[in-house]
């Protein structure tokens, strides 16, 4: 079995704060179980990634929130599609009691690093 996470990840740089991603889709939709869910929640923080020029392999740190810890293993299944480069980013998982959107099991917020030779634009 692949870690999944690293217990540390040393960046250097201009970092990234990603608020936290809900799944919500481009078409105002929200999926219905923890593996869809999970998916667009990482989908969301890729496009936030792509406008800096990075990708999740400049992932450093990924927080989750998740409403039933339950939707452990769907949330790991695509975890384990979606990050695919070494060292994993370190990680912690907190089980809440809801969101602002009843339908939502999970919200992830990230830090990556800017990517080298980019330039970062605060605020954007």
Do not use: C, W
């Amino acid at each position: 079995m692949p870690k999944r996470y690293s217990d540390s990840v040393v960046a250097e740089g201009p970092l990234i704060f990603v608020s936290g991603q809900t799944p919500v889709g481009p078409d105002g939709g929200v999926a219905g179980d923890a593996f869809a869910q999970t998916r667009q929640v990482l989908s969301n923080i890729d496009a936030v990634l792509a406008r800096h020029g990075a990708d999740s392999s400049d992932l450093v740190k990924l927080t989750y929130y998740l409403r039933h810890v339950a939707d452990l293993d769907d949330v790991r299944s695509a975890l384990d599609e979606y990050l695919v480069h070494e060292p994993r980013p370190a990680a912690t998982l907190v089980e809440v009691g809801g969101f602002v959107d009843p339908r939502f099991l999970l919200e992830v917020d990230a830090v990556a690093r800017m990517p080298r030779g980019t330039r970062a634009e605060p605020g954007t």
